[in-house]
């Protein structure tokens, strides 16, 4: 069992940045795959950003890359998402998300992601 919790979500004018937190506690974070992902009203949920165990390995949807970047402490079970260069479209709630090889492969297939857990959220507004 793992137990996350998101933080570090607010209103932001456009070009500004967030740095997202979460905390997990349970099982050790380094078993899992870590990943973000975020939902707007009347949305589905949606892919952003992920990192494999050890962190040599991250993934991020099209149009994010450049712009966030997801990192982990695996020692302090800590997963984080700096989010620079903030947009109006970039507004959601966005989850942390804990999962094994099946998540992985999903992300790295682009189809059927696979969390075995999820947080709680964090609300992220861009302003124009």
């Known amino acids: 069992q793992v137990q996350l919790v998101e933080s570090g979500g607010g209103l932001v004018q456009a070009g500004g940045s967030l740095r997202l937190s979460c905390a997990a506690s349970?099982?050790?974070?380094?078993?899992?795959?870590m990943g973000w992902f975020r939902q707007a009203p009347g949305k589905e949920r949606e892919f952003v950003a992920a990192?494999?165990?050890?962190?040599?390995?991250?993934y991020y949807t099209d149009s994010v890359k450049g712009r966030f970047t997801i990192s982990r402490d695996n020692a302090k079970n800590m997963v984080y998402l700096q989010t620079n260069s903030l947009k109006p479209e970039d507004t959601a709630v966005y989850y942390c998300?804990?999962?094994?090889?099946?998540?992985?492969?999903?992300?790295?297939?682009?189809?059927?992601?696979?969390?075995?857990?999820w947080g709680q959220g964090t609300q992220v507004t861009v302003s124009p």
């Open positions: 349970g099982r050790t974070l380094s078993s899992y795959v």
């Open positions: 998300a804990a999962g094994g090889s099946r998540m992985l492969a999903a992300i790295r297939q682009k189809s059927g992601y696979h969390p075995d857990y």
């Open positions: 990192i494999n165990w050890s962190g040599t390995s991250t």
